[in-house]
């Protein structure tokens, strides 16, 4: 069965701060994908960034980069100079492609609250 | 606004009572999700539609719960006889049909349920 793990309940940072987000998954698939998703008070999902179980080149995208180590099943997110806007839930999420379907199994989420 | 909404946003009910719960997915996206969340968790896959056909349910998905999409393009999701334990927020979310370099569902906000 699928899972993911978010360790962090809670981060609190300074603006400008980089800070990391941890994500630790299981999954028996061999083909699977990990996503990061944003969780604003507002309430909507926001899809952050992707990857596949392919490609463990790190990437950045702005102030966006992640760290995927499929030898620790770890799938870390990085915010750079983080700002106010920042604040939010992030939740981590494996998809993997067993029945071919699309669904998603999400961690429970790390509270990141960044203060001026 | 061409994202994914959703009707209500809030609903209050006492337990015993139907409630009714209405997503538009991106019209071009042929394939449609719901999930809940309940407080402090991360959203929990309930069922999907390829167009009109329900392709897939979560164990989640009691006999009271059940969801439709008629014409392949909005959807429903009724609850029966609702419980305190119903309340959650529910979550729509719509995609393309997944290849396998995608898997990038957009969520709407979602529709928050407190059974009394």
Not at chain 2, 12 to 30: A, L, M, W, Y
Not at chain 2, 34 to 56: C, D, H, K, S, V
Request: with cysteine; aromatic share 12%.
């Amino acid at each position: 069965a699928q899972k993911v793990t978010q360790a962090q309940t809670e981060i609190s940072v300074v603006e400008k701060e980089d800070v990391t987000l941890d994500c630790v998954y299981e999954t028996r698939d061999t083909t699977y994908y990990l996503f990061w998703y944003k969780q604003p008070p507002s309430g909507e999902l926001v899809f952050l960034i992707r990857r596949n179980s392919f490609d463990e080149q790190n990437e950045i995208s702005g102030r966006y980069s992640w760290n995927f180590q499929k030898s620790t099943s770890s799938f870390n997110f990085t915010i750079t100079a983080s700002q106010v806007v920042d604040s939010a839930v992030y939740f981590c999420a494996l998809r993997d492609l067993t029945g071919g379907g699309n669904k998603l199994t999400f961690g429970t989420g790390t509270q990141l609250k960044v203060e001026l | 606004d061409t994202g994914v909404s959703q009707d209500p946003r809030h609903k209050i009910t006492k337990r015993g009572q139907n409630v009714t719960f209405r997503c538009d997915p991106i019209s071009e996206h042929n394939r449609l999700y719901w999930y809940r969340q309940t407080l402090g968790q991360g959203p929990e896959f309930l069922t999907y539609f390829q167009n009109e056909a329900q392709l897939e349910k979560s164990r989640l998905l009691s006999d009271r719960f059940s969801a439709e999409r008629p014409k392949g393009s909005f959807s429903t999701l009724e609850i029966q006889r609702t419980e305190q334990g119903d309340s959650a927020m529910y979550l729509c979310a719509s995609s393309l049909t997944a290849g396998v370099s995608t898997g990038e569902l957009f969520f709407g906000e979602g529709s928050r349920l407190t059974v009394l």
